[in-house]
């Protein structure tokens, strides 16, 4: 179907329609695209934050591919299936790509609730830089553990990558895909969200560090980077799901409200 400007869509309200525990995860994954828009990390229309809805069928929620991170609302999302087709009639349209990395995680990985994709040019930068993360900081101590590995292979449109993203992801909660950018899984919305956040930060901390030239690096004592690791390894999720996370959803609602209708 063609693409229309938001102003000519109706959305229909969906809260009510759905369960509870579905409008809560609606919820938090609209608040996570109107963060990623608020942090700059979006890309126009072109990356993606998806989550798994409860239920045997593996449904999942992904973003309207004609709509500005911005603009998403809980009510919004497209709910698919593992064919990438919509399960409930909507006005929206999803994005190919998309679907062909977030169906092979939510598919392979029962812990994977939650995925999320950036194109931001520091994650880039990273994922194109033949060490990857490098262990310059803690907050790139605190992930680095966590993150994997995946070369590139063209726009992700083809279904027989989802394979190769599965194995290169292993068990980790992190990846960089390689020449393209950065994506992490969690249990929940706010885990998936908290490891993006240190993953892009620990990137951004890494391009401006190696801007000045490597001669007068400061790198960490050894065995620092491992002990941080098992740190973040606990820390995060704790984070995410105790502090950081409902702290990131109260700035959410003061930013815009309208994510959550």
């Not at 939510?106 to 060490?131: F, I, K, Y």
Request: hydrophobic share 45%; net charge negative; with cysteine.
């Amino acid at each position: 179907m063609d693409a229309a400007p938001l102003q000519s869509v109706d959305i229909p309200p969906m809260q009510g329609r759905v369960s509870a525990e579905e409008w809560k995860i609606r919820v938090d994954l609209a608040a996570a695209y109107r963060l990623i828009a608020y942090y700059g990390w979006d890309d126009l229309i072109f990356t993606h934050l998806s989550a798994r809805v409860p239920g045997p069928e593996h449904h999942f929620l992904l973003n309207p591919y004609n709509l500005m991170f911005e603009e998403v609302t809980a009510s919004s999302l497209v709910k698919v299936d593992m064919n990438g087709l919509p399960v409930e009639p909507s006005p929206f349209i999803t994005n190919p790509a998309g679907f062909t990395i977030h169906s092979a995680l939510h598919m392979a990985r029962e812990d994977a609730h939650a995925v999320m994709h950036l194109h931001t040019p520091h994650g880039q930068a990273v994922s194109a830089h033949s060490d990857g993360l490098l262990p310059l900081t803690q907050t790139a101590m605190l992930i680095r553990g966590e993150v994997a590995y995946h070369d590139y292979e063209g726009v992700a449109v083809d279904l027989d990558e989802r394979e190769r993203i599965i194995a290169d992801l292993g068990d980790k909660g992190a990846m960089l895909l390689r020449n393209h950018g950065t994506l992490t899984v969690g249990e929940t919305v706010g885990e998936a969200f908290v490891k993006m956040y240190f993953l892009e930060r620990a990137c951004e901390a890494q391009i401006l560090a190696l801007s000045a030239g490597t001669e007068n690096l400061s790198n960490p004592p050894q065995g620092a980077p491992e002990v941080a690791a098992q740190q973040g390894k606990v820390g995060l999720k704790l984070a995410a799901g105790a502090l950081a996370w409902p702290a990131l959803l109260r700035k959410a609602y003061r930013l815009d409200p309208s994510f959550a209708s």
